[in-house]
């Protein structure tokens, strides 16, 4: 960070010298960890959009116009697109548009405001370009963990209360956030850092989330990594998605499809994914149907517990991503509520688990459709994929 802009924030902030020295150190961090930036060759590779909707990109020269916008609505009238021209580092091209805000790539320096956005940095080995974080909590990956020991990723807190001495600092290029959670990030706009909408938990498919790798490519200059990544889990996906139509074919009417309740109570109300959603279009690519198929919506929803019980009461196979600290159980499933003893899949053994506090299912499974897609396939058709050890979702044995 030069002097300039220290001098800025102090007069816009009125901080302590203590922390510009921060800053200082920081700053000299961040140039360090980019020295492997810095030497990278340009990839010159284009990206190419097949299922994603949230953003796209337009090649002019010298710069790149990112636009980003929500997947889930469709209503370009009331769609609001954020703007960014992705600027080639060391060029100063003419002719970028109005509206449109400059970030020189590759960045130096990102900073991730939840886990899911590490999945891309992650596949793509491009820890070097995170220079913060949210949080710790429950993270997995060994990589950033021993980055964080090492001062070279800071952990800022959450939203709305995080620690603005760090992310200054960390002197990032441009912070990663969600349009549900974008609070307390004013004074950082104030002082010119770009705050980027991260878009891919949207997407109402596997694939589309996926492709957000891309997008990690466009900032990070792994354009062509980020293409390889994902024309191998798409393959890997669609390879999967053959076994199970081919097997559905093969045993006619012999094949049967399993239909799949999914969530479990929240308070008073049951919390389920609409039947247009991503977990519902996973179900239906392993030979499974979903209690709301039928319904049109993409998002989270509540519902009243008679009513999931009257649809879905009879369902083969229940879907529960666990996030307590104490693993799941049918033992531990009937204290928590009676009730849920009169589901079939509970009196069959039908439960599948995810354990998000001991698989890195946040960090890695958007990036990993494949996987969960035979997680799936396994639990609903075992036998079909010989050999497979599930990574992110598994039948509960007790």
Same mark, same amino acid.
């Given at each position: ?6 001098? %800025?924030?102090?007069?816009?902030? %009125? ?24 030497? !990278? ?16 990109? !337009?090649?002019?020269?010298?710069? $790149? ?32 548009? *109005? ?28 820890? @070097? ?16 963990? %021993? ?39 004013? /004074? ?17 498919? =596997?694939?589309? *989330? #996926? ?33 199970? %139509?081919?097997?559905?074919?093969? $045993? ?11 969530? $479990? ?15 519902? *279009? ?12 039928? @319904? ?9 517990? !008679? ?15 666990? $996030? ?9 499933? /009937? ?9 079939? #899949? ?13 698989? =890195? ?27 497979? *050890?599930? /990574? ?7």
């Amino acid at each position: 960070m030069e002097l300039g802009n220290i001098m %800025k924030i102090m007069s816009l902030k %009125k901080w302590s010298l203590l922390v510009v020295c921060i800053a200082m150190v920081g700053c000299r961090q961040t140039v360090n960890k980019s020295e492997a930036v810095e030497n !990278e060759m340009e990839d010159t590779a284009k990206v190419s959009l097949k299922y994603a909707e949230g953003f796209s990109v !337009e090649y002019r020269d010298g710069y $790149k116009l990112l636009e980003i916008s929500d997947p889930q609505k469709k209503d370009t009238v009331n769609r609001k697109t954020y703007r960014f021209a992705l600027v080639n580092r060391g060029e100063k091209p003419k002719g970028i548009p *109005q509206g449109y805000q400059k970030i020189e790539v590759p960045v130096r320096g990102i900073i991730c405001m939840t886990s899911l956005q590490l999945s891309g940095f992650i596949k793509l080995d491009a820890l @070097d370009y995170i220079v913060g974080i949210n949080s710790s909590r429950r993270l997995f990956d060994k990589d950033i963990k %021993k980055r964080i020991r090492d001062g070279k990723i800071v952990t800022i807190g959450k939203e709305g209360n995080f620690d603005e001495e760090l992310i200054m600092a960390a002197n990032p290029n441009a912070i990663f956030v969600s349009l549900t959670k974008r609070g307390g990030f004013d /004074k950082m706009e104030e002082v010119g850092i770009p705050l980027v909408p991260y878009l891919g938990y949207q997407e109402t498919t =596997p694939l589309a *989330q #996926a492709e957000w790798i891309k997008f990690i490519g466009l900032f990070t200059g792994k354009t062509s990594a980020a293409n390889r990544q994902f024309a191998e889990m798409e393959k890997s996906y669609e390879d999967a998605c053959a076994l199970v %139509k081919n097997a559905e074919k093969e $045993k006619g009417n012999a094949f049967r499809r399993p239909v799949v309740l999914y969530g $479990k109570l929240h308070g008073s109300n049951w919390y389920a994914m609409a039947g247009d959603s991503y977990i519902a *279009q996973i179900f239906k690519d392993a030979g499974a149907d979903y209690f709301m198929k039928d @319904d049109g919506r993409t998002g989270g929803l509540y519902i009243d517990f !008679e009513t999931v019980y009257a649809q879905a009461g009879r369902c083969d196979f229940w879907v529960i991503q666990n $996030k307590d600290a104490h693993p799941l159980g049918y033992a531990s499933l /009937k204290s928590e509520d009676p009730r849920y003893t009169d589901f079939r #899949a509970w009196k069959d053994r039908g439960v599948v688990s995810c354990e998000t506090g001991k698989t =890195p299912v946040n960090e890695l499974s958007p990036m990993e459709p494949d996987r969960v897609l035979k997680d799936f396939i396994q639990a609903f058709h075992p036998g079909l994929l010989k050999d497979y *050890q599930p /990574k992110y979702y598994m039948l509960l044995k007790r």
